[in-house]
């Protein structure tokens, strides 16, 4: 029971699998017809009407009869190459044109002549040299050359390599009906493969940078190592024997194993598969080809590339194959989709190359893998740049969307802030009203209540006239202490000096007033008006206290600024001449009060209260603090 239970989940992906995986295949077989179909139908059409294909073929000391397209045997010497001599007629009412003679393929380097003449050498063409570039070649016939009737015409076959030589047919005629041909498989072999690897450098180019920029995703960086590589190999041109120059040789050969295993290595990076340790044998086959081009003479790192390098690039392309399939399987989306078709035209096209270097496929020698794999990457490159682009689009729509969000947040909170300072002014102006109605019921109100009590108990006008009188001093506190001054406690000081100053005239006391530091006190921008009336109210204790009880003759105030570890605080002390007083403990008398009173008014506004008091007098000392509270709840 428990194994078919095991079983059971299976089941249902395993058909997921299929139903994914078989319409893919179907799907694979068809574009694998319609490239072949494509093949036979892009194929040129040559001039029928002006071919040569019978030649006789003089070959390792032997003569005979060939037709045209032929293959010779492989050979790694240039001495004695292949020699094809055929004929032509030429009339010369024909005269009035131009004759060419047009190769469309051979391989690897063709000479023909003219009755004798050369008026043909592909060698001095580099890129002509190739195999698998299907370079044609024309070349226009002096008229001086032409004889009425009929011409020979040699071709002249240099091979080397492991694969055989061939030569297509050869086409002798006016320029005006062959051009069209050559211009058409121009385009086609030469044209076409020179834009497509410009636009491979370029995205080569493009996804270096973006490797640079984006480190931690290494696919740009080994699709651009790709494309560097391909472009090598389209753009350098190739040692054209008997040239000396293996190393370079070395390098083309191992080009194409080499990119066709980073090809391989950015599909497994690109879909998010891990690179396996055991992937690195994939780039075993383009090392040794280089090295033992780098060693061993020219035509070791031939034979190698056949063996190796070729079987190699059909290795990858199947790889690419079952990746991008697998890909498709687990994620479908277009990405793989559109990848995995294009393996598939390629790994068609590889398949047509090599019936045809077998000889499977006769009279075919037109190579197309190197075409369709440039086309391929170029897909590859412009898909890859065209999701980086689209991944920035949404990274600036998203940044978009996050500059409105942020604006509105900001909008939302500085509603709130209006909201919050709104309500902090409320708050902050019900408290300075409770405090007012406090400070006038603590303060006033206890003297109008004085006031009504003396005149309903008959008592002389004097002390109803000094209860009145301090009623009306509390009420100008409380009315002083409301002005805006600007956190500048000096102002609130110089005009508790005027009413201190017409307190004490009457008693002839002398006011004796200090400044010790130019700034007098520090601005205090938090200082409020409840800070205010406690200060001016301890000083007024103060000198209540002198008058009433100490019988001074002089009173001396002194204001400075004081430098302390965290800051500049402020210092105000007020002395006496008078007999001084003993210092009450906790006791109920009114002095003990009033120094409670004092100290309290001090706490609530964060100050430090000292009094000292002897024979000489007494001395009090405030020291205000560096910043004032914001609230009185040290109050005890």
Known sequence: MSEIAAKAPTRPRRRLIVSRLVPYLLLQALIVIATILGLRLLQPSDPDDFALSGFSLREDGATRAVTLPHFTSSRYSLADPPLYTGAFTYRRSDAASGWSVFLPRFSNAAEVAVNGVVVLDSR??????????NTPEIALIPASLLRDGSNEITVRLFVWGPLKGFLDTVYVGPDAALRPSYETRTLLFVTLPVVFSAWQSILAVILAIMWLMRRREPVYGVLAAAMVLGVVQAFVPPPVPPAATSRLAAVLLASAPTESALIVMFAVLFFGWRWPRYGALLFAPGLIVFVVGLIAGPPLPRILFLVLGIPTVGICLFLMAGVTAAALVRRQDAASFTIGCAVTIV??????DMLSVFEIVTNERTFVSRLSYSAMLVAIGAGLTWRFARALNQVDGFAS????????AEERLKASFAREEERARAAALANERTRLMRDLHDGLGGQLVSIVALSERGHEGATITDAARAALKDLRLVIDSMDDIGGDLMLALGSWRERAAMQLRPHDIALDWRVATPQG?????????????QIVRILDEVVTNAVKHARAHNIAVAIETLDGGEGPYGVISIADDGKGFALAGEGTSQTARGLRNMRSRAARCGAAFELNSGSSGTRVRLQLPQVFPDSDAAAG
């Open 124 to 133: 001095r063409d580099f890129n002509a040299n190739r195999p698998d570039r």
């Open 347 to 352: 790994l068609t096209c590889w398949v047509h």
């Open 401 to 408: 969307q996050l500059v409105t969000r942020v604006r509105e």
């Open 521 to 533: 006190l520090p601005l205090h921008p938090e200082l409020r008006p409840w800070h205010v009336i």
